[in-house]
């Protein structure tokens, strides 16, 4: 959540500092992640999926907040769990070639389609993606299960 919040994210790459825009960068960041800890085998999964519902009920909790009615939740909840299914698919896919087009195509279609984000810097957001997800994969699997996460700076990616 940390580097989801990074204000580098929002300033200086274009990404909207909206409900939408913030739900896209922590799907992103929690992409990475649950890819990450699928390498780790079963351990890896069974935090994968308890990471995941941790989401669930921050997302619950806060679209309460937010004053959604009660009966409205439930349907938000399963609609951006399945966004966040589909993020997986897209970016793991893109991820998975080592040509930044597919990547910078998932990043434009979801991030562009935000209002706001006239001034979205895709190929920016791409090498960021390419840099955290490489240094997610570096990391050692305890440090990784144990949850302690090192990601690029969002300052660095900012002067290139």
Same mark, same amino acid.
């Not at 698919?89 to 991820?95: E, H, K």
């Not at 434009?108 to 955290?132: K, M, N, V």
């Given at each position: ?6 204000s580098?994210l ?11 825009g ?10 990475? /992640?649950?890819?990450?800890? @699928?390498?780790e085998? !079963? $351990?890896? *999964?069974?935090l &994968?999926? %308890? #990471?995941?519902e ?5 997302l619950?909790d806060?679209?309460r907040?937010m ?9 938000? /909840?399963?609609?951006a769990? @399945?966004?966040l299914? !589909? $993020?997986y *698919?897209?970016? &793991?896919? %893109? #991820? ?11 990043v434009a ?8 984000a ?8 791409c090498a ?7 240094a997610?994969?570096l ?7 144990a949850?302690?996460?090192?990601w690029?700076?969002?300052r660095?990616w900012?002067?290139?």
């Amino acid at each position: 959540m940390t580097q989801a919040r990074s204000s580098g994210l929002y300033a200086a790459w274009g990404v909207p500092d909206t409900r939408e825009g913030r739900f896209e960068v922590i799907a992103l960041h929690l992409v990475l /992640v649950l890819r990450r800890l @699928a390498r780790e085998g !079963e $351990r890896g *999964s069974a935090l &994968g999926q %308890a #990471l995941t519902e941790a989401f669930v009920v921050d997302l619950d909790d806060t679209l309460r907040e937010m004053t959604v009615g009660d009966l409205a939740v439930p349907r938000h /909840v399963k609609h951006a769990i @399945a966004v966040l299914h !589909e $993020r997986y *698919s897209t970016y &793991g896919n %893109a #991820l998975a070639t080592p040509q930044d087009s597919l990547l910078a195509a998932a990043v434009a279609q979801r991030l562009a389609t935000l209002g706001g984000a006239e001034g979205l810097d895709a190929p920016e957001i791409c090498a960021y993606i390419r840099e955290a997800a490489q240094a997610l994969d570096l990391q050692p699997g305890p440090q990784v299960l144990a949850g302690d996460l090192t990601w690029p700076q969002v300052r660095e990616w900012q002067q290139r």
